[in-house]
C-alpha cells in the first residue's frame, strides 16, 4: 500500500516524531510505500515552551521526510491539500494530540479526500488536551469530520471520542514498544558516565517537565521523613517546558537540593538509555495523562515503574507485578516508592515486564491499523 503519515518528523524532535519515523521505517520493512508529511512550521515560537524545535541529530536513514505544513498559514493548508490528493495514496495516518492543529489538519484533510481514494485514520493521542484553551472544543469537531477512523493507545481517549465521533469506527491498541534508544548499560557503567555513585537508591522522572506531568508532586513526596531516611535520590532528566523558577523556589524552600540529580537538558535519542540504565525505578507522578511513551521507554529497557491512577497510565501497570500505582497525592507517591524497595521484588517485576511487553509490538499495532482500513475501506 501507499500510506502518508501526516505529524512531526527530523529535524522536529520529541516522542511523536520519534514514533512516526520507527513506524514508517517498519511499515516499509513490510513492503508498503511511505512518506512523512511533516511540517515546515510546526508552532509558531510564542506556542513552543522548550528551547529549540529541532533536533542535533543525525537524519533517520532510509525514510521519506517531506516538510510541506505549515500549521498557522491557512494559504499552505489548500497547498498541502492538493499534494496529498495527488499523491492518490491508499492511507493516510494522521496525528492528533492538541486541537491547534484542528484548523490546519482539517482543512488539509478535506481537500486530500476529494480524491475519493484515500482513506484516513487518525491515529489520536489526545482528543482532550492536558492543558485546555479557549477553541479547544470548536478546533477538534472541525477536525474530526474528515476523518474515517480513529485509533486510540488508551481507553481514556477511546472514551472522550464518543463525545466527537460517536458514529465512526474506532479501536483501542496499546502503545507500541520504543525499542530505537539501543540497548541498556549495566547500571554501575551508566551511574559513572553520569558521576551518581554505584551504591544509591535511585528513581528517574524522565521528559518533557509540563505542570500536568506533576514534578511538584514527586519533589514534595521527596520530602518525607522517610524517604529521606532511606537516602533515596531523585534524577530529572528532561527539558523545561515551563518556566522552572516554581521548582527551583520549591527545591530551595524544602531543602532538597542534596537529593537530587538534574539532567534538565533536552536529551537526545542516543543517550536515553543512559537516564533509564542509571535508575532503579521510574516515577511518573502525573495529574492527568492519556498514554505515556515513558512508559513504552520502560518496557523496552526492563525498568519497574511508580504510576499516578490517571487516565490511560495505570491500564498497562498491573499494582505489585511491573510496578505500584499511586494517587495523586505526594503521601501516596512516597508511600509506592518505599513499597519499591521494601518488598525488594525489583527481579520478580522485571522478570514480569519481560513477558508483559511482548504484546507491545509494531506488528500487532500495524495490524489494528489494518484492521480499520478493511473496515472503513469496506463500507
Given amino acids: 500500500m501507499k500510506i ?8 522536529l524532535r520529541g516522542g511523536i516524531a520519534t514514533f512516526n519515523e520507527r513506524f514508517a521505517s517498519f511499515m516499509q520493512a513490510q ?3 511511505v512518506i512523512i508529511y511533516s511540517y515546515s512550521l510546526q508552532y509558531p515560537s510564542f506556542l513552543f515552551p522548550g528551547k529549540t524545535q529541532y533536533s542535533t541529530e543525525p ?15 491557512p494559504l499552505n493548508w489548500i497547498k498541502a491539500g492538493r ?28 481537500t486530500a479526500a476529494k480524491n475519493r481514494k484515500t482513506k484516513i485514520i487518525c ?3 489526545n482528543i482532550i488536551p492536558h492543558e485546555k484553551r479557549t477553541g479547544d472544543t470548536a478546533f477538534t469537531k472541525y477536525f474530526v469530520k474528515p476523518i474515517h477512523a480513529f485509533l486510540t493507545m488508551s481507553q481514556s481517549v477511546l472514551k472522550d471520542l464518543e463525545q466527537f465521533a460517536p458514529q465512526k469506527p474506532k479501536l483501542y491498541t496499546p502503545h507500541p514498544l520504543y525499542d530505537n534508544f539501543g540497548d541498556s548499560y549495566p547500571k554501575a557503567e551508566a ?34 521523613a522517610r524517604i529521606k531516611q532511606k537516602g533515596i535520590k531523585l534524577m530529572v532528566a528532561g527539558e523545561f517546558y515551563e518556566k522552572r523558577e516554581s521548582y527551583d523556589n520549591l527545591i530551595q524552600s524544602r531543602g532538597l537540593a542534596d537529593q537530587l540529580y538534574l ?21 511518573q507522578p ?26 490511560g497510565l495505570a491500564e498497562s501497570i498491573p499494582d505489585g507485578k511491573i510496578g505500584y500505582v499511586a494517587e495523586v497525592d505526594p503521601t501516596s507517591i512516597a508511600d509506592n516508592i518505599l513499597r519499591f524497595y521494601e518488598e525488594g521484588k525489583e527481579e520478580t517485576l522485571i522478570e514480569h515486564i519481560k513477558a508483559e511487553k511482548k504484546k507491545y509490538s509494531w506488528d500487532y499495532f500495524l495490524d489494528s491499523i489494518m484492521q480499520l482500513y478493511k473496515t472503513i475501506n469496506h463500507q
Fill in 4 to 11: 502518508i503519515i501526516i505529524g512531526s518528523a527530523y529535524p
Fill in 123 to 125: 491515529i489520536a493521542d
Fill in 31 to 33: 513492503g508498503h510505500d
Fill in 83 to 110: 499534494q496529498l490528493r495527488n499523491e492518490n495514496a491508499d492511507l493516510i495516518l494522521v496525528r492528533y494530540w492538541m486541537p491547534y492543529f484542528g484548523p490546519s489538519l482539517g482543512t488539509i484533510l478535506r
Fill in 263 to 283: 539532567f534538565t537538558d533536552f536529551i537526545p535519542n542516543a543517550e536515553v538509555g543512559l537516564y533509564f540504565s542509571a535508575a532503579d525505578v521510574v516515577v
Fill in 286 to 311: 502525573y495529574r492527568n495523562a492519556t498514554q505515556s511513551g515513558i512508559t513504552q521507554i520502560c518496557f523496552h529497557f526492563n525498568k519497574p515503574m511508580v504510576v499516578t491512577n490517571v487516565g
Fill in 59 to 73: 537524519a533517520p536513514e532510509n525514510i521519506h521526510i517531506k516538510p510541506a505544513i505549515n500549521s498557522a498559514n
Fill in 191 to 224: 551511574r559513572k558516565k553520569l558521576n551518581i555513585p554505584a551504591d544509591e537508591k535511585v528513581i528517574l522522572f524522565f521528559g518533557f517537565i509540563r505542570k500536568y506531568k506533576g514534578l511538584d508532586l514527586l519533589l514534595e513526596a521527596m520530602t518525607d
